[in-house]
């Protein structure tokens, strides 16, 4: 049975009812079995992961250096420990609008977003993105600033065509509201 992969992220400063729909579909998410792959970032990471740790489910969670937000243990991958990570990097600095004047951290920080999207060996894609950003993004073409580190991940997905749902769109919650009440 092939695996699958979906990418719960987000902003790190997310409304308290956005935190309860994420920390709820990592939940239900993990009773489908989907596996969740995010950054360990406060906010939107947080709540998907404690979501999919509540359903007992598995993860991903790709951390930029050893120790990242405490995380360490099982799911937890040090980005910068893989072999790719060149790679990984180049993909990376393809998206990012300033990637050469971002600092050593900076950098980190947005090439473990590519993991998040394209697995540990950058072909196996999650495949979905459900996210929230106040901007409502979902394409590296409406980008901006108030998009943060999310949009990282969003231009990546949006450029392999992988289905983006974020929460920050009125439709997408309103679907995301609906479908989470009726099961």
Request: aromatic share 10%; with cysteine.
């Amino acid at each position: 049975m092939k695996k699958k992969y979906y990418a719960g992220i987000g902003s790190r400063n997310i409304p308290q009812d956005i935190a309860d729909m994420m920390e709820e579909l990592g939940y239900r998410f993990a009773k489908m079995g989907f596996i969740l792959r995010s950054g360990a970032s406060p906010g939107a990471d947080t709540a998907f992961e404690l979501g999919a740790t509540r359903g007992k489910g598995k993860y991903e969670i790709y951390l930029p250096w050893e120790n990242f937000g405490k995380r360490k243990g099982p799911g937890y991958i040090n980005a910068d420990n893989l072999d790719n990570k060149g790679q990984a990097e180049e993909i990376a600095s393809s998206f990012h609008p300033d990637f050469k004047n971002l600092g050593k951290e900076g950098k980190k920080l947005i090439t473990r977003d590519t993991y998040q999207v394209m697995g540990k060996d950058l072909k196996t894609y999650s495949r979905f993105i459900v996210c929230w950003t106040p901007d409502g993004c979902i394409s590296q073409r409406y980008r901006t600033a108030e998009t943060g580190g999310t949009g990282q991940a969003i231009g990546i997905a949006n450029h392999l065509m992988i289905p983006i749902f974020n929460m920050g769109i009125d439709v997408h919650r309103e679907k995301i509201a609906n479908w989470l009440n009726k099961s």
